[in-house]
């Protein structure tokens, strides 16, 4: 029976200090406050302030740690106050942006206390208004000192510093500004200094932080002015993609407003913190130029003009081939394209997107055709080469295909068998022998009047001729600044023109006058001369 009570006993005992143990430990009552402080600039100090409790009442004596990130601190540990109060500094680098500061406690062997801030960093301020400092409260030293502004300021919204100084002995001093840069200068010996943003800027600074005044004495008298924004620059480019002009600016941190200006006249306002503007209004053969106006209260200033050379799509070169079914046309990419179009004898026979390289039409033509295509952007067109499919079916009448692209006459005709060489005659007269295996030429006509052009085939009986294609050539003044059209001879069909706002074809006998709009660029007819 003993054993018995002293067995419950001992299973008793077991059971209540497992039921101790598996009551859980009370949690810290312990707080880690950091208050996080108001943004600072660059290479300035802020002091941060925090506390350390338990149930509300503040800890005495304990150990803080303190790290951070981009700047530094003026401890790495610090100890609470009575009231559980702590501080320390925190200086910021040179580079704006958003700081770390971490406070911990080590509460037990497994427990730490943790509160990190963010410091926001601000850059330089710019100034909208002279500033001035030390007025009537004049530093003195009879050792060098430091004199930092209470931020520093952007070089490029001064036009200049001055500031009164009487070294107690004439040496060399400096002007710093945050990023380590700075100016070297001998005190004038009347005591007053005044130096100007472009003196300071040659030296390398991009603001101002503070003097180094090497040989003590007193300072006093700081005046930031401000004037009309300084002088600045722009660029232009081709945006990749869209093709249009691209400006880029960096508008002076004083100015308060800004303009861009096309041709001299007002595009629009920009943004003081914009860096650049697509003007997707271009169009046309035209060359655009462009300047901004960055104006404050005190003045204003205009950069430099940049003129956009719009980008004309490079010359595909074409081949093809007959298969029997189908022709296959490929080309070449051209760069600066938005739409590709392919011309059979002249006529559109379709529109494709600039990033297209071939084509295939559905059937076979029977007889021989010439084609090319066109690129295209919203500015102008280049024209690729002439080829003549099928190949293999030649054209003994020796007809000569024309189309016109840039200042130019673009001439090619059908081989003729037997040919040993082509003969180019222009009113008349031979211009150019060309050999067999040619079939082609380009003709640029070089003064006001009319030209009349054709091709003879040479064989060993003789020669033939081809039909005339004739080109009026026109002053610039003349049919909207044409400069020249080009048609068949007897006027049954339109050729092309270069330049120009619309076309004004004229019959033989010149009293009626036929227009045509600017889309109709080639049309062919059939007619030969010999």
């Known amino acids: 029976m003993v054993s018995r009570f002293r067995l419950m006993g001992l299973i008793f005992m077991f059971c209540f200090i497992a039921c101790i143990n598996a009551i859980p430990a009370q949690a810290s009552s ?47 540990t610090v100890t609470t106050a009575s009231n559980g109060n702590f501080t320390v500094n925190f200086t910021a680098n040179n580079v704006a942006g958003t700081d770390t500061v971490t406070a911990s406690y080590v509460v037990d062997s497994s427990t730490t206390l943790t509160q990190t801030i963010n410091v926001t ?3 330089p301020i710019t100034l909208t208004s002279s500033e001035y400092l030390l007025t009537n409260t004049p530093m003195y030293s009879s050792a060098g000192y430091n004199y930092y502004l209470p931020q520093p300021v952007s070089l490029s919204s001064i036009s200049t ?19 380590g840069h700075y100016y070297t200068f001998t005190p004038n010996s009347n005591d007053y200094d005044t130096f100007t943003e472009a003196t300071l800027a ?11 005044l090497y040989q003590g004495g007193t300072f006093e008298n700081v005046v930031l002015s401000v004037g009309p924004p300084p002088s600045f620059s722009i660029s232009v480019s081709t945006d990749p993609t869209t093709f249009y002009p691209d400006i880029s600016f960096e508008i002076p941190p004083s100015a308060t407003s800004a303009y861009l200006y096309k041709n001299n006249e007002l595009l629009t306002s920009l943004p003081v913190t914009a860096t650049s503007y697509e003007d997707s209004s271009v169009s046309g053969d ?22 956009f050379n719009p980008p004309a799509p490079g010359n595909p070169q074409l081949s093809g081939t007959d298969n029997s079914g189908s022709i296959e046309l490929s080309w070449s990419s051209v760069p600066y394209c938005t739409t590709i179009k392919v011309f059979q004898n002249n006529a559109l026979l379709a529109t494709l997107s600039g990033s297209t390289t071939s084509y295939t039409t559905n059937q076979s033509p029977t007889g021989t055709y010439i084609y090319y295509v066109q690129a295209l952007n919203q500015y102008t067109y280049s024209a690729s080469n002439i080829i003549v499919l099928p190949q293999n079916k030649l054209n003994s009448q020796n007809s000569l295909y024309a189309n016109v692209f ?40 070089s003064a006001s009047g009319k030209y009349n052009i054709y091709i003879q085939a040479v064989t060993s009986s003789g020669y033939s001729a081809s039909n005339i294609v004739s080109i009026d050539n026109i002053s610039s003044t003349d049919y909207n600044n044409f400069t020249f059209i080009a048609y068949n001879d007897d006027r049954s ?33 059939s007619s030969a001369a010999n």
């Open 406 to 445: 840039n200042n130019s006459l673009n001439l090619s005709w059908v081989p003729t068998p037997g040919a040993t060489q082509y003969n180019v005659l222009v009113n008349g007269s031979l211009v150019s022998t060309l050999p067999s295996t040619d079939q082609s030429y380009q003709f640029v006509p």
């Open 30 to 76: 312990d707080v880690l406050t950091l208050n996080t402080p108001q943004s600072i600039s660059v290479d300035r100090t802020v002091a941060i302030s925090g506390n350390l409790s338990s149930g509300g009442t503040g800890i005495s004596g304990a150990s803080i740690s303190i790290t951070c990130t981009g700047g530094t601190v003026s401890a790495s």
């Open 202 to 212: 040659s030296a390398g600074l991009v603001d101002i932080n503070y003097l180094y």
């Open 493 to 525: 069909g339109f050729i092309g023109y270069y330049k120009g706002v619309f076309t004004k074809l004229l019959n033989r006998s010149r009293q009626n006058i036929l227009m045509l709009p600017p889309n109709v660029v080639e049309c062919t007819s």
């Open 286 to 307: 035209v060359t655009p130029q462009y300047y901004i106006l960055a104006a404050n209260s005190l003045g204003q200033t205009v950069s430099n003009i940049v003129t």
């Open 121 to 123: 960093v601000n850059p």
């Open 161 to 179: 510093i001055s500031f009164y100084y009487a070294p107690m002995h004439g040496s060399v001093s400096y002007i710093y500004d945050d990023q």
